[in-house]
Nanobody, 124 residues
Framework: QVQLVESGGGLVQAGGSLRLSCAAS????????MSWFRQAPGEERIFVAG????????YEADSVKGRFTISRDNAENTVYLQMNSLKPEDTAVYYC?????????????????WGQGTQVTVSS
């Protein structure tokens, strides 16, 4: 059974940085795509960034391109989201998600496995 556990959220001032971690277990993830989504109060869950576990190819949403970087550590079975130049509009619960495919998708319904989420709050 796939388990995803996020950590690293918190409160940060605008312009600051945070690094989120997603520890994955229960499978060999070489043929998985892993992604980060976020959901602000009263809003839909939206795609932030994704990575193909086999070759490390990444894809980021336009809203975070140049500020957020997704990466993975094969030895630790962990996916990271480095978030720089944070803005108040980045405030949300951030979720790690996995799908059994090397194709990164941007719709939440394409991901069967989810973590519990971690809160990121950016103050102005």
């Amino acid at each position: 059974q796939v388990q995803l556990v996020e950590s690293g959220g918190g409160l940060v001032q605008a312009g600051g940085s945070l690094r989120l971690s997603c520890a994955a277990s229960g499978r060999t993830f070489s043929r998985y795509a892993m992604s980060w989504f976020r959901q602000a109060p009263g809003e839909e869950r939206i795609f932030v960034a994704g990575i193909r576990w086999n070759d490390g190819r990444t894809y980021e949403a336009d809203s975070v391109k140049g500020r957020f970087t997704i990466s993975r550590d094969n030895a630790e079975n962990t996916v990271y989201l480095q978030m720089n130049s944070l803005k108040p509009e980045d405030t949300a619960v951030y979720y790690c998600a996995a799908r059994v495919s090397v194709t990164i998708r941007t719709m939440p319904d394409d991901y069967p496995y989810w973590g519990q989420g971690t809160q990121v709050t950016v103050s102005s």
